[in-house]
């Protein structure tokens, strides 16, 4: 065997070597993109779990979501923070969706969800509104388009 059949076996060899690496680490990107967005959609449902924690043990805070008359100005601000709580973990579902970190059936939960609160509780829309007026860079997001609507149901 001449020295340029052992050099072109090597570059094969090499190749393959090469090959076999770039298969793997395509592998371990994947698995951490998927462990990726597992976190995410985890940490959102904890998110949420923590606020359904609340609306479950504090029977005031539950009277005062379903309240129909019209609210003192600590009322209105209890309120308001509540659904602070409720745009911001609204706005990381629309982050994450936007950078793939959840996917279109996680973002879709959302906006629906976004829709379902403010028909379960009926000063939650102007208190939306009020955040995203607080916050206008952040009103153009998709998920917050049930809250902008003109009408309760969708």
Same mark, same amino acid.
């Given at each position: 065997?001449?020295?340029?059949?052992?050099?072109?076996?090597?570059? &094969?060899?090499?190749?393959?070597? &090469?090959?076999?690496?770039?298969?793997? /680490?395509?592998?371990?990107?994947?698995?951490? %993109?998927? /462990?990726?967005?597992?976190?995410?959609?985890?940490?959102?449902? %904890? =998110?949420?779990?923590?606020? %359904?924690?609340?609306? &479950?043990?504090?029977?005031?805070?539950?009277? /005062?979501? =379903?309240? %129909?008359?019209?609210? $003192?100005?600590?009322?209105?601000?209890?309120?308001?923070?509540?659904?602070?709580?409720?745009?911001?973990?609204?706005?990381?579902? =629309?982050?994450?969706?936007?950078?793939?970190? &959840?996917?279109?059936?996680?973002?879709?939960?959302?906006?629906?969800?976004?829709?379902?609160?403010?028909?379960?509780?009926?000063? !939650?829309?102007? $208190?939306?509104?009020?955040? /995203?007026?607080?916050?206008?860079?952040?009103?153009?997001?998709?998920? !917050?388009?049930?809250?902008?609507?003109?009408?309760?149901?969708?």
């Amino acid at each position: 065997m001449n020295w340029e059949a052992i050099g072109a076996i090597g570059q &094969v060899a090499g190749a393959m070597a &090469v090959f076999a690496t770039l298969l793997y /680490l395509a592998i371990q990107i994947r698995r951490t %993109n998927e /462990l990726s967005r597992f976190s995410a959609t985890k940490e959102i449902m %904890n =998110q949420f779990n923590d606020l %359904n924690r609340m609306v &479950v043990s504090d029977s005031e805070l539950r009277q /005062l979501l =379903q309240k %129909n008359t019209a609210l $003192s100005a600590d009322e209105q601000e209890r309120i308001y923070n509540f659904a602070m709580m409720f745009c911001n973990i609204w706005a990381s579902i =629309q982050t994450a969706y936007d950078n793939g970190q &959840v996917d279109e059936a996680f973002f879709a939960a959302g906006m629906k969800d976004v829709q379902i609160e403010i028909d379960r509780w009926p000063n !939650f829309r102007s $208190s939306i509104r009020r955040w /995203l007026s607080n916050y206008p860079e952040l009103a153009h997001y998709e998920i !917050f388009q049930p809250a902008l609507k003109t009408s309760g149901k969708a």
